[in-house]
């Protein structure tokens, strides 16, 4: 299938921009043709995907190998991280030998989409009625779906439970902002430090910024609005009251949670993936989901990767790429690679599994159910230009340069010329 002038067009464009970006990155030149054998029967169909610390020996590989097998043809797996598994996903499709199948993470669905490389799910026949639609948002582009979302993560409040017993702060109290911060005081009174998070100036710090400014009401096409506004008040405020430390404007996710892991600091903001960490920190520790500014769960931005079918010549293909999606995505498989990749099912039957097997699931299900993808809302590829001149803003408040307002009227300016 070609894709339509127009669409041709985005996609020399986007490859352009990746061969620039894999030329500074000095990316290897090996050539992985995604075609592999023609037809819609037997051969070799090829997986791209974004999980580079999983060996042959994995059980996410065998899972591939497995899918294939039960397809009738023979799975050649490539693994990158997310930036080059991009620029080679949108250089492939240029030059027509893109894979059969592609695990990308869910925000760069829009890119792909956009670039033409991608199929949609009706074009491949895949069946996403039971994805929950906060969930499959990520993949919708134009009232269309690219893909589907194999599991997600996101975030909510890690907390240490003697230091909110020492200071009289029962966990289930705090619902809204004005509790979580006299909260934040209480603990600062017994001498402990309250919270950690990452602010850093880059997508981690959008990242963890998002629950609050979604928490608060606030909306990505309008930055300066009063409840974005507050939101950044709010961890200003935290850092000037001392509730949280200096550190987090070049904290990573991971350094942040090393900061909760010394067993000084009340909360920590962050996600599923630190959970098996979190059984190694020596103390006892819950968890709870982050509050909207006003009560209840705030949106927390979805992590987490699409399963999805780029376009091929030989549409022919497309039979057997569904089969081996379907296999990938099964309520059986799809437990079985959450767990192995800490992450919350997208169906409401899986997830009901997971905590039925484990309980301390079910504050992340909680958290999921309420989340949000960065690129919802039809913001598709406008996302990342919206993203770097928030955590621009945010980082000019923290650090004292702007007033939370000043701060995100420079940021909506900047994003609305980036936009155009």
Not at 172 to 181: H, M
Not at 232 to 258: C, F, G, H, R
Not at 270 to 278: E, H, K, R, S
Request: hydrophobic residues 40%.
């Amino acid at each position: 299938m070609t894709p339509p002038h127009p669409a041709r067009r985005r996609l020399r464009a986007a490859a352009a921009v990746a061969l620039s970006a894999c030329l500074l990155a000095a990316c290897s030149s090996t050539d992985n043709s995604g075609s592999g054998s023609s037809g819609a029967a037997g051969g070799t169909y090829t997986i791209w995907d974004t999980y580079p610390q999983f060996d042959d020996s994995a059980d996410w590989v065998q899972l591939l190998q497995r899918c294939g097998t039960a397809a009738g043809v023979t799975v050649k797996r490539t693994a990158y991280d997310t930036t080059d598994l991009t620029n080679k996903a949108l250089l492939a499709a240029q030059q027509g030998n893109s894979p059969d199948v592609l695990i990308v993470d869910n925000p760069v669905v829009s890119t792909l989409a956009d670039a033409g490389v991608l199929t949609t799910t009706e074009e491949v026949k895949i069946d996403t009625s039971a994805v929950a639609p906060n969930l499959l948002a990520a993949g919708q582009i134009g009232g269309k779906t690219y893909g589907i979302p194999i599991g997600a993560n996101t975030l909510a409040l890690y907390y240490n439970k003697a230091i909110l017993q020492a200071a009289d702060v029962d966990p289930a109290s705090i619902r809204d902002w004005a509790s979580l911060t006299a909260a934040l005081q209480k603990v600062k009174a017994t001498g402990k430090k309250g919270i950690t998070f990452s602010a850093i100036g880059t997508e981690e710090g959008s990242f963890q910024f998002l629950p609050w400014f979604w928490g608060a009401g606030a909306n990505l096409t309008k930055l300066d609005s009063a409840e974005g506004v507050s939101a950044l008040q709010l961890w200003t405020d935290w850092l000037k009251n001392e509730y949280a430390p200096n550190s987090v404007i070049n904290n990573t996710q991971t350094t942040s949670w090393q900061e909760f892991a010394t067993g000084q600091f009340a909360f920590a903001e962050n996600g599923t993936w630190q959970l098996a960490n979190a059984k190694k920190t020596g103390f006892e520790y819950g968890i709870i989901p982050i509050p909207s500014k006003a009560g209840g769960t705030a949106p927390a931005p979805t992590g987490g990767e699409f399963v999805a079918a780029p376009v091929q010549k030989d549409t022919g293909r497309y039979d057997t790429s569904q089969k081996i999606i379907n296999c990938l995505t099964s309520a059986d498989n799809a437990y079985t690679t959450d767990t192995t990749l800490s992450y919350i099912a997208a169906t409401e039957a899986v997830q009901a599994k997971q905590v039925q097997n484990n309980a301390e699931l079910k504050v992340w299900v909680e958290a999921v159910s309420a989340a949000k993808g960065r690129t919802s809302d039809n913001l598709g590829t406008k996302y990342p230009r919206i993203s770097q001149p928030m955590w621009t803003g945010f980082q000019a408040a923290l650090s004292g340069s702007k007033s939370p307002q000043e701060a995100l009227t420079a940021a909506q300016a900047a994003a609305a010329a980036a936009t155009k």
